[in-house]
Antibody, heavy 118, light 107 residues
Framework: EVQLVESGGGLIKPGGSLRLSCAAS????????MNWVRQAPGKGLEWVSS????????YYGDSVKGRFTISRDNAKNSLYLQMNNLRTEDSAVYYC???????????WGQGTLVTVSS | YVLTQPPSVSVAPGKTATITCGGN??????VHWYQQKPGQAPVLVMY???DRPSGIPERFSGSNSGNTATLSISRVEAGDEADYYC???????????FGGGTKLTVL
């Protein structure tokens, strides 16, 4: 059974940093592109970042480029999102999602909440 | 790249719901659809325009042409009430893009 479990969310002040993790199981992690998608409270989905299985291809949304870094450790079946210089508008539930090869997310975690507030 | 969805769609049980997703020449893109119920993670209900993931009922179908992609849900049930999002990969910017979402209400 495919499982994705996010962790690392919490309350952080503006300008601070946070590292999110996503633990994957139930599939061959190294063969899948992985994504981070976020959802601000009461708002829609926003794509954040993608990383290919070998980390050769990495992409970011305009709103996080230069502040967020996606990475993965295939030996640990884990996906990460390093978030620096956080802003209030980064407050959201952050989901990790597996890419099914069609640039769509076929499995999603339950999300981890990040709140950026002073 | 911008995807435009109607904020809300209402349909009576047993009827067909049609949710649109507008974008410039979206007909040339692979479109995906997600269903999200309150407090839950999104669920992929359609990918690559008209492919259904396993476990998704045949009542769900998709189409895409010109500047509009469409998710249709036939014989709508109360359990279909949810937010629906379309999504594409914009190869010109190498970014994923979501529509603003459509709240489907079953009357």
């Amino acid at each position: 059974e495919v499982q994705l479990v996010e962790s690392g969310g919490g309350l952080i002040k503006p300008g601070g940093s946070l590292r999110l993790s996503c633990a994957a199981s139930g599939f061959i992690f190294t063969t899948y592109t992985m994504n981070w998608v976020r959802q601000a409270p009461g708002k829609g989905l926003e794509w954040v970042s993608s990383i290919s299985g070998s980390s050769s291809f990495i992409y970011y949304g305009d709103s996080v480029k230069g502040r967020f870094t996606i990475s993965r450790d295939n030996a640990k079946n884990s996906l990460y999102l390093q978030m620096n210089n956080l802003r209030t508008e980064d407050s959201a539930v952050y989901y990790c999602a597996r890419d099914n090869g069609y640039n769509s997310g076929d499995y999603w975690g339950q999300g981890t909440l990040v709140t950026v507030s002073s | 790249y911008v995807l435009t969805q109607p904020p809300s769609v209402s349909v009576a049980p047993g009827k067909t719901a049609t949710i649109t997703c507008g974008g410039n020449n979206i007909g040339s893109k692979s479109v995906h659809w997600y269903q999200q119920k309150p407090g839950q993670a999104p669920v992929l209900v359609m990918y690559d325009v008209d492919d259904r993931p396993s476990g998704i009922p045949e009542r769900f179908s998709g189409s895409n042409s010109g500047n509009t992609a469409t998710l249709s849900i036939s014989r709508v049930e109360a359990g279909d009430e949810a937010d629906y999002y379309c999504q594409v990969w914009d190869s010109s910017s190498d970014q994923g893009v979501f529509g603003g979402g459509t709240k489907l209400t079953v009357l």
